[in-house]
């Protein structure tokens, strides 16, 4: 819908200004910021081509290859029309478990292992990461690069919903939280604040998708969706305070190497 991608896109350009302003004093090396959107968008081209591949695979195991090599081959077929008329007849609509997989596992992970990859590979170039708050940044311009891709062909039949979508930048948010605890992993050097750097982005990702995407299963799950929308804002907002907090404080600009 052009109204929410009105709405989303001056949000995340103005997160990502504010980002760069947090590191006015001790710039990223030239090209890294470029680096971390250029990630951020392929994730989001990625992600989307593994989908419709696993969406693909999933089809061929129902029906067959050789039916889908018709329907690919001639849409306008019989075949294809015939294939089309399985499809509708064999879903039997969503189930908790399809609904469970498909944000959980083909969206939230998928995704979040992407950007985590594209973080990761960002700073490890030579003079990104000084601090934890580099890795909070470089996670959040990834998670921004990310949105305004994905922002750009999203698109609901649900009004509400796509416009409380614009106005949270949630992949802002996973990757915040990403980079807060990889910085803490590079401090640290403990394996679980290393595995919370892909696991909570992954959670939050899946259980916020799942509470948007349980309203196909029913009227019954309004108040699942109408909780995650409202936590998922409250998540956004103190994330937000936290960071200019630590910015302001300078709770996470110690050198790592004498933290």
């Keep these: ?14 997160l990502f200004l504010w980002m760069l302003r947090i590191k006015r004093d001790d710039p990223f090396p030239r090209g890294s910021v470029t680096s971390m ?13 593994l989908t419709l591949v696993f969406s693909i695979l ?58 985590y990859l594209a973080m990761r590979l960002c700073l490890r170039r030579e003079g990104v990461m000084k601090t934890r708050m580099d890795a909070v ?20 039949g649900d009004l509400v919903t796509a416009i409380f979508r614009a106005f949270t930048p949630f992949h802002f948010l996973f990757g915040a939280i990403m980079g807060y605890y990889y910085g803490k992993y590079a401090q640290s050097g403990k394996k679980i604040d290393g595995v919370l ?17 349980s309203l196909e299963l ?3 799950f309004f108040l699942l ?19 200019r907090r630590w910015s302001k404080k300078g709770t996470l600009s110690q050198p790592l190497e004498t933290a």
Excluded: W
């Design 218 to 220: 029913g009227d019954m």
């Design 1 to 14: 819908m052009l109204l929410t991608q009105i709405i989303s896109l001056p949000i995340s350009i103005l």
């Design 225 to 243: 969706t109408l909780l995650v929308l409202v936590l998922m804002l409250g998540l956004t907002v103190f994330m937000i305070v936290k960071i």
């Design 58 to 115: 999933v089809v061929v195991a129902n029906f067959g290859l050789k039916d889908v090599i018709a329907v690919l081959s001639d849409p306008a077929s019989y075949e294809s029309s015939d294939l089309a008329a399985k499809l509708r007849a064999g879903s039997g609509g969503p189930t908790l478990l399809g609904v469970f997989i498909s944000t959980f596992l083909m969206t939230a992970l998928v995704e979040e292992g992407l950007k």
């Design 137 to 156: 940044v470089c996670g959040a311009i990834v998670g921004l690069a990310f949105q305004v891709l994905e922002d750009l062909t999203y698109a609901s």
């Design 197 to 213: 750097a892909l696991l909570l982005p992954v959670l939050i990702h899946g259980f916020y998708d799942f509470g948007l995407k």
């Design 37 to 49: 959107l250029l990630t951020g968008g392929l994730c989001t081209l990625v992600a989307t081509i």
